[in-house]
């Protein structure tokens, strides 16, 4: 009579079981070496007891070391919900971007990169910030007046003139800081983005593809010309859009010009 064969069923599982097991032990021995070391050698417990936060300050750092300390105060320095931090800190709009550094044995280090605001924008509503990447931030206040351009013009505030306009500031703020810092409001026409200059009335038309144009060839001009003129205040516009050359727009005659009657 044959015997029923002795080989057992194979347990895929097993292997896996050890493995899990392994770390088990591997994991409770590490814990109790440190348990250890903070109870009889005096060795600090990775726990975050101060959050350090930099690149912001005023009532935005009050906001941010706020959400920190509820976030990770006292919880393990290398195993906090790190992704939770960063989107409850970008909630907030004026946040752009955040580094988390973590300084053992008991410090986190945040960086926050705030949103700059390129525009106001203003509304019947109050005034407000525009970013350079098209957030709407706060609302103005004493703090934020920065001597940044306006776009006050209602039909400038429609979402492509709009997206246009940030494009055209972000590109003057970056590339000809000193002309964008005199600027005091920016519209959109049919030309393009139209200029108002502290000091000069007449409107500044500039390039639609690339509204740097011309900028430094206007400030020679403006300052050595423009600014001298005794008629700056009367001045239609001045056109930048055209490949090195810059039109100005004279003043109207303020008279019609007389006929002369003739005697009978």
């Given amino acids: 009579m044959a015997m029923p064969p002795r080989n057992r069923p194979r347990r895929p599982w097993i292997p896996w079981a050890r493995v899990g097991l392994v770390a088990l032990l591997v994991s409770a021995a590490g ?25 912001c300050r005023g009532q935005r750092l009050v906001q941010a070391q706020t959400i920190a300390d509820q976030l ?3 919880k393990p320095l290398f195993w906090f919900d790190a992704e939770k931090l960063r989107s409850t800190l970008e909630t907030q709009r004026w946040v752009k971007d955040l580094l988390i550094r973590r300084d053992p044995p008991d410090r986190l280090s945040l960086v926050v990169e705030e949103r700059q605001p390129v525009l106001w924008l203003a ?9 350079d990447d098209g957030i709407v931030l706060d609302r103005l206040n004493q703090v ?29 703020r970056d590339k000809q800081k000193e002309f964008y810092d005199r600027l005091t409001e920016l519209r ?9 200059l502290e000091g000069l009335d007449a409107p500044i038309y500039l390039s639609r593809e690339d509204a740097t144009k011309n900028i430094p060839n206007f400030q020679m001009l403006f300052l050595n010309e423009l600014s001298k003129r005794p008629d700056i205040a009367h001045l ?20 019609p010009p007389r006929t002369q009657t003739q005697s009978r």
């Fill in 72 to 74: 990770c105060l006292g």
């Fill in 123 to 131: 509304r019947p509503q109050g005034v407000f910030l525009i970013s």
């Fill in 236 to 255: 239609r516009y001045v056109d930048l859009r055209w490949e090195e050359e810059i039109a100005v727009g004279e003043p109207l005659a303020t008279q």
């Fill in 144 to 172: 934020d007046l920065t001597p940044i351009p306006v776009v006050a013009d209602p039909k400038s505030q429609e979402n492509a003139p709009m997206v246009e306009l940030i494009r055209a500031a972000t590109s003057l």
């Fill in 188 to 196: 959109w026409s049919d030309r393009g983005p139209v200029a108002f």
């Fill in 31 to 55: 814990y109790g070496a440190l348990e250890l070391g903070h109870r009889y050698l005096g060795l600090q417990k990775l726990t975050i007891e101060q959050v350090t936060i930099s690149g």
